[in-house]
């Protein structure tokens, strides 16, 4: 068993170490390392240093002072796929000001977090490394926003920890369909090659075409700063990997069919326009434009959540922190509560 492992983990490291990625320079802009040491965050990001899977890592994650009277409660921002705890600025500036806490980490493969070599990624894993950062932190009960991405993790933390979950919000939540249903399977080593084709402009092209349904505009670019500069960073192959192996969570984990055994007062806040579907790429044009309905999606899982309430964003796609900042903000906090 124990060789065994080693051929596995030695084989995973020879292919990392011999991999090539496509460096783009179809696009100008800074180049960042795994860690994004010279990326600047919105707040002092500070580190949780703890063991697993029998291998030290690092969270990165900011805790945030609320900045308004403090109502002496929590909220932990889960992000997105393509995405670090950076792009909350606006949703931590409004929620610190309301009395707020905020707490926004960096999961385990993404932003300033480690970049492990081998990892076996799960949401029960991703959730319990963030239940283990908010006890050391002090905090006993959260509310959980989550979106994309997150709203699956954020989904599968509410169903570990109901007793700590006092509210969860899904924003745009890509765990409304289960993908694989359409989706041909893909290895994890399919999803690593893929990463590695990705340029920075195919990075700007995708999110205009999934989250802004063709639309773009400048106030977007910080969407895309990250993933770029990676690209055009010497450790993409490290950063491709651990995207390849948290994609195969997605397609392998989906959350929906327990939508119904949720205990916490839920929100779904969805913007209409969203076009984001996992695998377009991999079907024909025909199932390709019936995936990511989320006009529909939203209304099944509503259905589906006990007592859930629906805001619907008409005009609106994958990222209404973004896009619809004050109508978003609104349906947040008002389902909150604040005191």
Request: aromatic fraction near 12%.
């Amino acid at each position: 068993m124990q060789r065994c492992l080693f051929v596995i983990i030695a084989s995973a490291m020879f292919f990392l170490g011999t991999a090539t990625p496509v460096h783009s320079h179809d696009s100008d802009g800074p180049a960042y390392d795994a860690r994004l040491s010279s990326y600047d965050y919105p707040y002092e990001v500070r580190t949780f240093a703890f063991e697993s899977q029998g291998q030290p890592l690092e969270m990165a994650y900011m805790d945030v002072a609320p900045t308004g009277e403090p109502n002496g409660r929590t909220v932990l921002l889960l992000h997105g796929k393509n995405f670090s705890g950076a792009y909350w600025a606006d949703t931590i500036d409004e929620l610190a000001a309301s009395g707020y806490r905020v707490i926004a980490p960096d999961q385990i493969g993404f932003g300033r977090s480690s970049k492990p070599e081998q990892y076996q990624f799960t949401f029960q894993a991703l959730a319990t490394n963030t239940k283990a950062l908010l006890e050391e932190r002090g905090v006993e009960q959260v509310d959980v926003v989550g979106h994309s991405m997150g709203g699956m993790l954020a989904t599968r933390f509410a169903l570990m920890f109901s007793q700590a979950t006092e509210h969860l919000v899904l924003v745009n939540p890509i765990g409304l369909y289960d993908w694989k249903l359409q989706v041909p399977y893909q290895t994890v080593d399919d999803w690593y090659r893929s990463e590695l084709k990705k340029t920075a402009d195919g990075v700007k092209k995708y999110m205009t075409q999934s989250y802004f349904d063709g639309e773009w505009k400048s106030a977007y670019e910080p969407l895309v700063e990250i993933q770029q500069g990676w690209i055009r960073g010497d450790d993409y192959a490290r950063i491709a990997w651990n995207s390849a192996l948290t994609y195969d969570m997605i397609f392998t984990q989906p959350v929906l069919y327990e939508f119904d055994r949720l205990q916490t007062p839920t929100l779904l806040i969805i913007g209409q326009r969203d076009k984001t579907a996992l695998g377009k790429p991999l079907v024909s044009d025909e199932v390709a434009a019936m995936m990511g309905d989320y006009a529909t999606l939203d209304e099944a899982a509503a259905a589906a959540i006990p007592g859930a309430e629906l805001v619907e964003l008409e005009g609106v796609g994958h990222i209404p922190q973004f896009e619809a900042r004050d109508d978003y903000i609104d349906a947040l906090t008002k389902f909150l509560g604040g005191s």
